[in-house]
Structure formats: structure tokens, C-alpha cells
């Protein structure tokens, strides 16, 4: 679907011409130099898939694209203007929580007419929020900085996740999902909320979480028995659909083995780790501690330095972790 024709399916007949006018210049504005720059380094097309990643602690929503050999790599991390309610799904119309799940963005989704600068709807409540009761209506990513149960962003940032996802569109993608997450599905997080009564949901979460790491593709999500299900495909490799009921029994399925190997994979790789970083984060540190260890029983008179540059190295990355360029303060 060609950026045009969006548009045309966006706009509202009988409309000025100044206000369409201006629709149109916010809706079609071109994607930055600097960021298609980005994208044609990383192995990216402009109109390749994309898939947002949102982090409410972190305050970070992260584009990751498709690239040419047809796995998601990060493309750019944009720091979250304001988010509303606490840590947790959001349960009821008016609770002013921020929704936590994996949801499917279509065009029909995509609002050049926010009175919020540009937005897209979330489509809260989904198949799980439906079968868990939940209620809400028009949960957005917006921009204005301003939230009331909403992901706000700036002006400026949202002008650029809506081209990307505009690009996305009219380069064949029909929808992109959006993974929301209460924080980054690390050990150490979980384990400093290990009491709060939302981590059985939070596990399931962090299932959906894995299996895009380890694949590093948008992984199916199906609903059944008030649960998420990902990429599960019938036994046996059988030909027929799975038929998935929200509220009802989960249907035979399995995982395709690569990918639920990868995953057990991942959780050992990641046993240990109580820092909070990433897995790849934690391996590096794990492989310099022990370059560290080797030297020291060496004798060496080099480890003095070594010590000094991973003590820089450290710093360095809380710095990045916790410097923001925008007011990350939460409306409760």
C-alpha cells in the first residue's frame, strides 16, 4: 500500500485544505538522513518489516528492522517521554495504566490526526486482555510527551517512528508488533520483583521475550487458555491450522525444536547474571572477568591497565544506562 493511498485511508472527506495540508506534511514526512543512513549501513531497506520494543522501567522504546538476510537487528532506542500508572498490565477503563503484552499494529491503526501529533493505537484490549476481562479503549503511542494511559513520546520521535512504520507498510508489511514489557526480562530483575502478584504474568512475558532474542524474528503469538502461546505449530509438523481458543483449552502443539532448544540455551547462558544486563552484555563481562582472572595468576604487570580500562568500560555504560535527554517522569 503506497504512502498515498494510507494517507487516503486516514483522512476524513469534507476535511480543509490547510488542515489536510498540514496531515499530510506530518504523515508523510520523509524519514531523517541520518537515520536512512543507519538503516542502509546495518543491511536494512527502507521498507523492509520493523518491530517495536517498549521498556517501562528502562523508559526506552526500541525500532528494530528487518535486514536482508531476514533476521530484526536494532535500529534506533528512543527514550520514552512520560508513561502513566505502575508496573503491571492494565486491568480496567480509567486505571490510567500503561498496557504490558504483545500487540498487532495494522495501517487502519496508524493516526495522522492526533491530537497528540501523530499516534498509532496499540489495540488494547487483545485476544489475552479479552479473555483475562480487561478493559480499555484508545491506548496509544503518541507524541506531546503527555500521558494518561498512553506511551507518550516527543514531537520529534514520533514524527520518526510513524515514517518508519508508514515505510514498513507500503513496503508489504501488513502489521508490526509491539512487545511491551514492565522492564528488561533479565534475572536480576525478575528477581528484585519476584514478589509482585503480576509475575506469573510476567513470566509468560518473558517467554515471548526469549524467543525473539533467540531467533531475532517477530515470533507468532497465539491465545489460548488465557495464556500466550509462541510459535507453536501443529505435531509432527502436520499440515492443518491450529485452532486457538482465547478462554478455552490450548490445542496439541509444540515448539519447532531449534528454537526451543535456543531458548533453554539462553536461560543457561543467562544463569549467574544478576546485574541486569543483556545476555550479550553479561558474556562480555563474563569473558573479561575471566581474561582478568588468567592475568592476575599470571603476574603479569599488565592487569593494572587491564583493571583500569574494564573500571572505565563500567562506568562508561552506567553513564549510557541512566543519562536521558527528556523528562521521564510518570503521571500517576
Known amino acids: 500500500m503506497g504512502s498515498a493511498a494510507l494517507l487516503g485511508a486516514w483522512v476524513l472527506a ?10 499530510a506534511s506530518k504523515a508523510n514526512a520523509p524519514i531523517p538522513t541520518k537515520l536512512l543512513t543507519e538503516i542502509a549501513k546495518k543491511n536494512m531497506t527502507v521498507g523492509s518489516p520493523i518491530l517495536l520494543r517498549v521498556f517501562k522501567v528502562e523508559a526506552e522504546l526500541e525500532v528494530w528492522k528487518q535486514d536482508r538476510k531476514g533476521r530484526f537487528a536494532p535500529l534506533k532506542t ?5 508513561w502513566s500508572g505502575d508496573l503491571g498490565p ?3 477503563e480509567g486505571d490510567r495504566q500503561t498496557p504490558e503484552g504483545f500487540y498487532d499494529i495494522t495501517p487502519g491503526q496508524m493516526n495522522p490526526n492526533s491530537e497528540y501529533y501523530l499516534s498509532f493505537n496499540l489495540g488494547f484490549p487483545n485476544a489475552f486482555d479479552r ?3 480487561r478493559t480499555g479503549t484508545h491506548l496509544m503511542v503518541h507524541g506531546d510527551c503527555s500521558s494518561q494511559g498512553c506511551y507518550a513520546m516527543t514531537d520529534a520521535q514520533i514524527l520518526e517512528i510513524f515514517a518508519l512504520g508508514r515505510e514498513a507498510f507500503s513496503g508489504g508489511q501488513r502489521s508490526f508488533q509491539v512487545q511491551a514489557f514492565p522492564f ?3 534475572p536480576a530483575n525478575l528477581a528484585r520483583h519476584r514478589d509482585s502478584p503480576h509475575m506469573p504474568f510476567w513470566r509468560i512475558l518473558k517467554e515471548g521475550n526469549d524467543h525473539f532474542e533467540v531467533t531475532r524474528r517477530q515470533p507468532k503469538v497465539d491465545v489460548c487458555d488465557k495464556r500466550y502461546v509462541f510459535n507453536a505449530v501443529a505435531p509432527g509438523g502436520d499440515v492443518p491450522a491450529l485452532n486457538f481458543d482465547p478462554r478455552g483449552a490450548c490445542p496439541a502443539y509444540e515448539i519447532p525444536q531449534e528454537i526451543a532448544q535456543a531458548v533453554r540455551d539462553n536461560s543457561s547462558a543467562m544463569t549467574g547474571n544478576s546485574s541486569g544486563l543483556s545476555r550479550k552484555a553479561w558474556r562480555r563481562r563474563r569473558s573479561r572477568a575471566a581474561a582478568m582472572a588468567a592475568c592476575t595468576r599470571s603476574g603479569s ?3 593494572a591497565l587491564a583493571k583500569s580500562s574494564t573500571r572505565t568500560a563500567t562506568s562508561s555504560w552506567s553513564s549510557r544506562r541512566t543519562n536521558r535527554p527528556c523528562d521521564r517522569r510518570r503521571l500517576l
Open 301 to 303: 604487570k599488565s592487569c
Open 131 to 133: 479473555a483475562h476481562g
Open 184 to 186: 528488561r526480562m533479565t
Open 14 to 23: 469534507g476535511c480543509q485544505t490547510d488542515f489536510l495540508t498540514n496531515v
Open 90 to 92: 492494565k486491568i480496567t
Open 78 to 82: 528512543y527514550p520514552i517521554c512520560k
